[in-house]
């Protein structure tokens, strides 16, 4: 049972709150994804996680055992780095066995799981290597290798793949989700690029200024997200934000953007006649270059080929806004499209 409850965990440095009051449950043999922009407290929050830091308040277990007073050695879990950390005087192998060596395992035990550790990590031939014969990615599978060669009740991963080049991170990341699902290991994975969020975790909690500000599935967090800050950091290109104004007349509501009326489903409860923020993300925009019923009118300020796909910068009255359009799309700088929302994909947000 590797449970992990968070409960009102705070961490205080001098002056700077860098976790605050933060509540969190992760279940048994969950993937869970700390994202945010540096500084935002995912890195604190897992030292105090790991027993690295002590919380100013609350408590955190792991299982059904307070762990808060605990040190590291005794909470049972294992911790990979953004760098990879491997002694460079040591085999792969020696790199791999040496917290079971620490810990005065049987050698033939030793032998059997780094084995098995390195043929899940794809390490099995390189065994007798030192690390400066490795590539940047060996260097963090061993680095993998090491932290699952313990069999922890918890993995904690702290940006491994930042070093890596983007060839190398996109692969990695494939190998690194498949062993997760093998392993069935409770693990949380630290980052702040939101493509690695995005496919990696079963759920996803999005940190900002110490505090997790939505914490729910990939397909949520970036479909229906909580505020104009999640928005605003998960989606490549960012969810689009129109200011517009909202009006009831008794009724349902309907909203204006540039003089445009806009059909949507979503709603914000009990809020007044005024002003709102309408969010839409590029893919649910759909753009022709003719008029059409319903359509809003912007004007095209700057096309970039993508290959797949063309991303479009256009102006909305004086509001910018980005869509993605096919790549044979007749786009041209200076001309005039027509937009149309997606009712069922437009989000509604308060300015405050």
């Known amino acids: 049972m590797a449970e992990i409850r968070l409960e009102g965990v705070s961490k205080v ?3 700077t709150v860098a976790v605050d009051d933060v509540q969190l449950h992760v279940a048994d043999g969950e993937f869970m994804v700390l994202l945010g922009p540096s500084g935002c407290g995912k890195t604190t929050l897992l030292r105090l996680l790991a027993g690295l830091e002590y919380p100013n308040g609350g408590r955190v277990r792991i299982g059904d055992t307070d762990v808060t007073d605990l040190p590291p ?31 005065k395992v049987d050698r033939a035990k030793v032998h059997e799981r780094v ?10 031939d390189l065994l007798g290597r030192y690390p400066a014969q490795l590539s940047g990615g060996q260097r963090q599978r061993v680095a993998v290798a090491r932290a699952i060669v313990m069999e922890p009740a918890v993995l904690l991963m702290d940006e491994p793949l930042s070093n890596l080049d983007a060839l190398l991170r996109l692969t990695f990341r494939a190998q690194l989700k498949q062993l997760v699902a093998e392993l069935k290991t409770t693990t949380i994975y630290v980052t702040h690029d939101q493509v690695e969020a995005l496919s990696l975790g079963n759920r996803i909690a999005v940190m900002n200024k110490g505090r997790i500000i939505q914490c729910d599935t990939p397909g949520t967090v970036y479909g229906e997200p909580a505020s ?33 009326v806009l059909q949507v489903a979503a709603e914000l409860d009990g809020e007044p006649d005024g002003e709102v923020l309408v969010g839409i993300r590029a893919e649910n925009i759909r753009a022709e270059v003719e008029p059409f019923p319903d359509a809003l009118q912007a004007r095209t300020r700057v096309v970039e080929p993508l290959g797949s796909h063309l991303l479009i910068t256009a102006d909305v009255g004086e509001q910018p806004i980005k869509i993605t359009a096919p790549a044979d799309f007749p786009a041209h700088p200076n001309r005039e499209l027509w937009l149309r929302f997606d009712p069922a994909k437009v989000r509604m947000f308060r300015p405050s």
């Open 228 to 260: 104009r800050f999640v928005g605003a950091f998960i989606g490549n290109p960012p969810m689009n934000f129109l200011t517009g104004r909202v009006h009831r007349n008794g009724g349902p509501p309907s909203v204006t953007v540039a003089d445009h």
């Open 13 to 15: 440095f001098d002056k």
């Open 73 to 103: 050695r005794k909470r049972d879990l294992a911790m990979v780095f953004q760098s990879y950390a491997v002694f460079p005087h040591l085999t792969v192998f020696d790199n791999i066995a040496f917290g079971l060596r620490m810990r």
């Open 115 to 124: 084995e098995r550790a390195a043929t899940l990590v794809e390490l099995g």
